[in-house]
């Protein structure tokens, strides 16, 4: 079965620094891997996702993720935070189980920027 | 496009009343989903329906009850509500591709 855990439920940078969020997976056939970002109170939106091809995926703001096949890893990161990134981070993979197109969340990391 | 429309925003319920929370989306998506987030925990999947007339339970379906008449609507049912109902419910949808695209949640409070 597939699982998705996402190492550290809040994190805290300086503005201008780097952002790394760690997110690990397990699954039994080649995943496809999203990050989502939530906003207070709002819903989540899509920053980016690997499916096939470049390990190295590029998304929205400025976010990047690498798919780390010898780790199981999807870790976002970005060059340097700003305030508006402070927001919750989902990791999620697919769940091939089932023609159900369901995804499989991590339990999220609260990222907060310090001015 | 408006993507996924949900209704309503806010909600107070009475213990044991009931109350039906609307989603909608007009990407004309086969894939549907409601959730349920509570602090700290993600997001827990309550039901899904892979097309109309198609619905399955989740990971947490106590106490929901769920409908698909329509490509478009997928109402989530709440019967008899209880306190352990208090979350921030989300509705998302799919199309073949895995991304899921949600609408902008619904927080109901049981007292």
């Known amino acids: 079965a597939q699982s998705v855990t996402q190492l550290g439920s809040h994190v805290s940078v300086s503005e201008g620094a780097l952002v790394l969020l760690r997110c690990n997976y397990s699954s039994s056939v080649p995943p496809y891997l999203f990050w989502y970002v939530q906003y207070p109170n709002q819903g989540l939106q899509l920053l980016l996702k690997?499916?096939?091809?470049?390990?190295l995926v590029k998304g929205i703001n400025g976010f990047e993720a690498e798919f780390k096949k010898s780790e199981t890893s999807f870790h976002l990161t970005k060059p340097s935070a700003h305030m508006s990134d402070a927001a919750e981070y989902f990791c999620?993979?697919?769940?091939?189980?089932?023609?159900?197109?369901?995804?499989?969340f991590g339990t999220g990391t609260l990222l907060a920027v310090q001015p | 496009n408006a993507g996924v429309t949900q209704t309503p925003k806010f909600r107070i319920l009475k213990i044991g009343q009931s109350m039906t929370l609307q989603c909608a989306q007009d990407?004309?998506?086969?894939?549907m989903y409601w959730y349920r987030q509570d602090p700290g925990m993600g997001l827990k999947l309550i039901y899904y329906?892979?097309?109309?007339?198609?619905?399955d339970k989740g990971e947490v379906p106590n106490g929901y009850n769920v409908s698909r008449s329509t490509t478009e609507d997928f109402p989530l049912r709440l019967e008899l509500a209880a306190p352990s109902q208090t979350s921030v419910y989300f509705c998302?949808?799919?199309?073949?591709?895995?991304?899921?695209?949600f609408g902008p949640g619904t927080r109901l409070t049981v007292t």
């Open positions: 998302a949808s799919a199309g073949g591709s895995y991304e899921q695209y």
């Open positions: 990407m004309n998506h086969n894939y």
């Open positions: 999620a993979v697919s769940d091939v189980s089932g023609a159900t197109n369901k995804l499989i």
């Open positions: 329906s892979v097309g109309a007339g198609i619905t």
């Open positions: 690997y499916t096939t091809g470049a390990t």
